[in-house]
Structure formats: structure tokens, C-alpha cells
């Protein structure tokens, strides 16, 4: 019986095609983002960034097919891919405020020329660009909080749920629930420690891409992991780190916000900026 490879043949180049015109895409991103003025008021929004890299590499064959979002196959991959960039510490995502580029990654548009070398970086980021502490993926958060303001009062809707025609879709995949537990459960009404607890659910906000809960805890010293989707199968401890230590904190009483990014799996506590 023979074998028809030319199908096979055809599923490879075109997984091959995606794969290079994405990186290709991605290194746009960082030459648009390096191309904006700093001190601009305004920064360049997500769609506009998109935008521009796919217009510098178009899309090609079923990578123009439209998905049910109403995105295209490639546009898709692009904004998902985008989360690696994130991580390395090269951009910063900003909500409604736009993207931007971090000293990082203007770095690696110089160090790194060939498209297949900022990729290798990319995965294998610098010690400085992994570490929490050099400010960048926790920069995601400190300053889409500063953009959005405030947290609203009412419960956002949860992931994957329509808001109408204008709600865009998260740039990157999203749990379907995340679960702050800790020692404080029972305070709240719940279970100290359950990772499916309805008292400790955070609720996503599609404006800035980030989980929110605000709870009212009293004095104390307090130690919770990030649990995904109810159970302890997938969850985030101190620095972002998987099946980490536990975070800890000490509060001084009060309504205290919780924000997580599931881009950088890491956690900061604010106390409550409605209050």
C-alpha cells in the first residue's frame, strides 16, 4: 500500500514556515517598541505593536485563517509568543497605558542581530533578566496597578467570559481559576489552605491582564501560594518559582489586594487603593 507524504510533507513546512515568521515577528516587536521616543506621552498600544510586526512580516497561508476570537491564526501565535519577551525582561506590558521596551531588551536587539540568536537569548535570558529583584517582570505589575488605578469593587468577569464585541482577548493563555491560598482562609470564611476556595478565587480584569483579589485581614503575619484551576496540581510560590516555597508577608491590618501575572506567575500585595 503506498504512502502519501506529500500531505505530511506540506503539515511540516507549514509548521516550520509559522515557527520562523513568529520569530521573525517577535524581533519586530522589540525594533518597533525600540523605535518609540521614551518620553513620548503616549505609548504604543498592544495593537498597534501586533499590528506593525505583521505588517513587517506578513501572514502566510493558514496563518491568515481567522479563528473564532475573530484573530488571525498567526496574529494568535504572535500575541502568545509575546509572553516569552515578558518573561526575559525585554518588554513591558502595560494595559491601557501600552507596551514598552526595558533596557533588556534594546540589549539584545545589539548583542543579538540574527534572528536565531535573540531567540536562543530569549529562552536563556541573563541571571539579571530572570531575577525578580532587577525590577522587570514585577514591573508588569507595579505599573499596570499605577495605570489602572483602582480595583473595582464589584468582581470582574472570569476568563474566557464575553463582555461584548469590544473585550479583547488576553495576549497569552489564562487559568481557568486562580486560587490565593494560604493560612488566612479560615479568617475569611473559608479553609486555611484549600486551592479551590470560593472566599480566595481572584477574578481576571482583561484591562491590564492581571488576577485581583482585595480581602479585609487583620495584624499578622501571613504565608499563601498561588493555586491554579482548584487543586495544588499547578501552583506558584515565593518569586514566581512552581511548587515554591511559600510567600510571606506581614500586614498591618486592613483591606490588602493580592495581583497575579500569569506571565510571570509572580504575586505583590498592596494595601486596598480603594481605601
Known sequence: MAINTTKKTSAKKTTKNTVENTALRLKAVLEVLAAEDPSAERRISRGEVLA??????????REAELLASGAARGERSLATATTKLVKAGWIIKEGRAGWSITAHGRRALEDFPA?????????????????????????VIEEALQEAAVVPEAPQEQHGAHQGAESPEPSFPQPGAVVVAGNFGGIVGGADWDPAGAELQLTFDRSDELWKLTLDLPAGHYEYK??????????????????????????DGGALTFLY?????LVITKPDVNG
Open 52 to 61: 506593525a510586526a505583521v505588517t513587517r512580516v506578513p501572514l502566510e497561508g
Open 115 to 139: 534572528t536565531a540568536d535573540l531567540l536562543a537569548a530569549m529562552e536563556h535570558p541573563a541571571p539579571a533578566a530572570e531575577d525578580p529583584s532587577s525590577a522587570d517582570p514585577e514591573t
Open 226 to 251: 498561588v493555586a491554579l484551576d482548584g487543586s495544588w496540581e499547578e501552583n506558584y510560590g515565593r518569586d514566581g518559582h512552581r511548587d515554591g516555597a511559600n510567600s510571606e508577608m506581614s500586614h
Open 261 to 265: 501575572d500569569h506571565a510571570t506567575h
